[in-house]
């Protein structure tokens, strides 16, 4: 669906759509303000055309590829919570969210360059993976699996945490690490 015109894209602009948002995560955080769109388009396979047709400025497509990584790791925690037990779900949510704060980071200084210019891409991120992670601490408190006595917050805050301390691309098996002890932290010993 278009921000625009709220009518649904077709098909295969949607997958157009998709991955040059993927694709402009990737450069972003790889090149930081100094990337290029055409190489953005290239990497998506799709035209310059194509590219600026859906985001006519740098602006705009910063905003976009942020906001896509958000909704797709909020988005997640239902499809998660459907496919496999709660407990589970919640650690598998807890790997997502370090896929974004991954990207979010390497996307800082085109994010910082969007803030500058009166744009905020960060309206609702807070109470959208709010929101997300109380759906899976309850279903894990629920299932008895998780302990009652920790909320949302309190899990935001331990995840940025990891995220600040060990969130590159390179310190990824000690997120990981650290996430299995936060999800230690959080069990009531039952699985």
């Known amino acids: 669906m278009t921000r625009e015109t709220g009518r649904a894209l077709r098909a295969d602009a949607q997958r157009n759509r998709d991955k040059i948002l993927s694709a402009a995560v990737r450069v972003f955080a ?7 769109l055409e190489r953005i388009a290239k990497e998506a396979g799709v035209g310059t055309g194509t590219l600026y047709r859906n985001f006519p400025t740098r602006e705009i497509l910063i905003e976009a590829a942020y906001r896509n990584e958000l909704s797709r790791l909020c988005d997640a925690a239902p499809d998660l919570l459907a496919t496999m037990p709660p407990r589970e779900a919640l650690r598998a949510w807890m790997g997502r969210f370090i896929d974004y704060a991954t990207a979010k980071l390497g996307m800082a200084d085109a994010l ?3 803030v500058e210019s009166g744009v905020n891409p960060y309206a609702q991120s807070h109470e959208m993976m709010l929101a997300a992670l109380t759906s899976l601490l309850d279903a894990g408190v ?11 917050t309190d899990m935001f805050a331990g995840l940025t945490g990891i995220a600040l301390t060990s969130g590159k691309p390179e310190q990824r098996a000690q997120a990981e690490r650290l996430l299995d002890l936060a999800l230690d932290g959080l069990s009531t010993g039952k699985h």
Do not use: F, P
């Open 30 to 36: 790889e090149q930081g303000l100094d990337a290029h």
């Open 112 to 114: 910082r360059a969007l």
């Open 142 to 152: 629920s299932a008895g699996t998780i302990r009652s006595d920790i909320g949302a």
